[in-house]
């Protein structure tokens, strides 16, 4: 006879505590170890719980939904400011471009870092351990 094979899925991860780790720019199998070594570069393992963490594929995600995040914020301030206050056209020319790119330095690594954590909760791009070691021998 074969060899029977295990194929249950493997246990899901939690995701709301992924994201949180994740936003917090943390290692979302522990919280402990940095996802980052510098503004936006993913370690290739954590540095507490060893976690490989190259296996995510980011790409535009977090770019876009930064964009969109920031963008759905700043504009019904601007269309609100320029209704209620009498500001001169350089004062809305100096305070939007700097709130925006505020914004985005702020918010790109946290949502990144979501980007990733969300990956590894579900066990995509090689984040399913099983999987990997599979593919190792």
């Known amino acids: 006879m074969r060899d029977l094979i295990d194929r249950s899925e493997p246990a899901p991860r939690p995701l709301g505590p992924a994201l949180a780790k994740g936003?917090?720019?943390?290692?979302?199998?522990?919280?402990?170890?940095?996802?980052?070594?510098?503004?936006?570069?993913?370690?290739?393992?954590?540095?507490?719980?060893?976690?490989?963490?190259?296996?995510?594929?980011?790409?535009?995600?977090?770019?876009?939904?930064?964009?969109?995040?920031?963008?759905?914020?700043?504009?019904?301030?601007?269309?609100?400011?320029?209704?209620?206050?009498?500001?001169?056209?350089?004062a809305h020319a100096a305070i939007w471009p700097v709130l925006a790119l505020t914004g985005v330095v702020i918010l790109l690594p946290r949502v990144k870092g979501g980007v990733v954590a969300f990956q590894w909760a579900h066990r995509m791009h090689g984040f399913d351990t099983e999987a990997g070691a599979a593919a190792a021998r």
Not at 38 to 52: K, Q
Not at 57 to 77: E, K, N
């Open 23 to 90: 936003w917090r720019r943390r290692c979302p199998h522990c919280g402990g170890g940095h996802l980052f070594d510098g503004y936006l570069t993913v370690r290739p393992a954590c540095d507490i719980c060893g976690e490989e963490l190259h296996h995510h594929r980011a790409d535009d995600a977090p770019s876009w939904l930064t964009i969109l995040i920031v963008g759905h914020v700043i504009a019904p301030l601007m269309i609100s400011a320029y209704q209620l206050f009498d500001l001169p056209m350089w």
